[in-house]
């Protein structure tokens, strides 16, 4: 078994000490391999000496106020879709992500961002009759300037409401 377990460990870590050095292995095997050197992380040295200083569970309470705040990381994910989306399309994706506050909570359910062409962007509405409430001159002036303090006046011009099912396939 001892022999087994030597053979197996012989080439994943050198046969003289842990962490091994090249200069320092005896070579008691022939194919003994050493482990290369373990990289420190960046805030270990900090919190090596507050440990000494504070005690362990004080030091590793100190050492919050050493790291950074946390991010979202939606963040450094909406900075690089920035840059491989086209503007238009990144404005479109941000109406269909914030829908809800947009077109509120009643009119949210009953219908949904579908697409833009030509400055018109269409709404897919659930129901005919929907439509026709949605249609009215001072909800869909409304909505159109929701719609605009996100995309500008220039990308949207107008609103046009479609039936269900109708809107241009996914990708």
């Not at 005896?26 to 919190?47: A, H, I, T, W």
């Not at 109406?95 to 219908?111: K, L, P, T, V, Y």
């Not at 018109?120 to 001159?137: D, W």
């Amino acid at each position: 078994m001892a022999a087994w377990r030597r053979s197996c460990l012989r080439f994943i870590v050198c046969c003289c000490r842990f962490p091994p050095s090249e200069s320092a292995c005896s070579g008691l095997y022939p194919d003994c391999v050493p482990m290369p050197p373990r990289k420190k992380r960046p805030n270990e040295f900090m919190e090596s000496i507050l440990r000494q200083w504070y005690g362990k569970d004080q030091g590793e309470a100190e050492m919050l106020r050493y790291t950074p705040e946390t991010r979202p990381i939606s963040d450094p994910l909406d900075n690089v879709m920035k840059k491989l989306v086209p503007p238009w399309e990144w404005k479109i994706l941000q109406i269909q992500e914030n829908w809800q506050e947009i077109a509120g909570a009643d009119n949210a359910r009953r219908c949904r961002p579908a697409f833009l062409n030509n400055g018109i962007f269409y709404i897919e509405v659930s129901h005919p009759a929907y439509r026709i409430a949605l249609e009215t001159p001072t909800i869909k002036k409304q909505l159109l300037e929701r719609i605009q303090a996100v995309t500008g006046p220039e990308l949207c011009q107008s609103l046009k409401f479609i039936a269900g099912g109708r809107s241009l396939p996914r990708k």
